[in-house]
């Protein structure tokens, strides 16, 4: 009887135990109160609370969470109404004043924004409303963010999601919008047709430039072309005269040794200045001894004979 009963108290306590021990999970913190009155706040890891005397009055999570408000009616420093929703992320920061610091932390954080974002809203006209989103964000955060703070909630981020502004002032911005689109339509069709017809005259200024370039060029090949005909002509006709110098050179070298008498020698050189003279030549060199001419009609009449 007495085993009994130890292993009926073992098992009570080892229940006990297993009800008292509390593992807190990643991110987030327990508050831990003793009888009735704050005691301590558990971070991640293992923990045991005595029975009976502790109780964890509330598990915080501490990862980003988000609230989505829906519209509220604000009014312009120019007097126009308009419908904005918007959303709030935060996070708590200290887990016991968010656990003792107000009753209903969502609900407080609503009307808060709402408040908030009526005195911002306030002090803008609609065009600054709708051009200013990220500045609005900005200082309804960093009001959001110091109201909170005795909390233990941080404002991480506000946005505003939509902003409606009544149907006839839609409808006046739609038309604006139209005009500037087919405004700029305008002009960048001006634009583009004032760049094809600069790039049609570039075209063509470059292609009399090239014309021009081509018919220099065949006007310079074309002289060239002439240059060098009559060059290679002229040198043509000096070859040949040369050669027939030559010759004849030659032939009465040969007729010197021969034997030849000077009449035929003088003969010979006259039958070279006539072939010579029925080229295209316009001067014929004439020996110094021009004046045997007379004498010689006489050799070549004895010659034939």
Not at 12 to 30: D, E, G, T, W
Request: charged share 25%; proline share 4%.
């Amino acid at each position: 009887m007495g085993a009994y009963a130890i292993l009926v108290l073992i098992f009570l306590i080892l229940i006990l135990l297993a009800f008292n021990i509390k593992i807190v999970p990643q991110a987030h913190s327990y508050v831990v109160e003793r009888l009735g009155a704050y005691k301590e706040t558990w971070d991640v890891g293992l923990h045991f609370k005595v029975p009976f005397i502790d109780r964890v009055a509330r598990q915080v999570d501490l990862k980003e969470q988000y609230c989505d408000f829906p519209p509220q009616p604000v009014i312009t420093q120019d007097n126009v109404t308009m419908q904005i929703d918007s959303i709030v992320f935060f996070r708590i920061s200290d887990p016991m004043a968010y656990a003792y610091g107000v009753r209903n932390p969502i609900g407080a954080i609503e009307n808060l924004t709402a408040t908030t974002l009526r005195n911002v809203i306030g002090s803008l006209t609609l065009d600054e409303t709708l051009t200013s989103r990220d500045q609005i964000n900005a200082q309804m955060q960093d009001a959001l963010d110091i109201a909170t703070d005795p909390w233990g909630i941080k404002i991480t981020r506000v946005e505003l999601k939509n902003i409606n502004p009544p149907e006839q002032i839609r409808d006046a911005m739609e038309k604006q919008m139209k005009a500037e689109r087919e405004k700029r339509e305008k002009i960048l069709f001006a634009e583009g047709e004032k760049q094809s017809q600069i790039t049609v005259a570039e075209g063509e200024k470059q292609s009399k430039i090239l014309q021009a370039e081509a018919d220099k060029q065949a006007t310079i090949l074309r002289a060239e072309a002439e240059r060098e005909k009559r060059i290679r002509e002229a040198e043509g006709q000096a070859e040949a005269i040369k050669n027939i110098q030559q010759a004849n050179a030659e032939g009465i070298r040969m007729l010197k040794e021969a034997g030849a008498d000077e009449s035929v020698l003088t003969l010979k050189s006259l039958e070279a200045f006539e072939k010579a003279s029925n080229g295209q030549a316009t001067k014929i060199i004439v020996p110094s001894n021009i004046q045997g001419i007379a004498g010689l009609a006489q050799s070549i009449k004895e010659v034939i004979k």
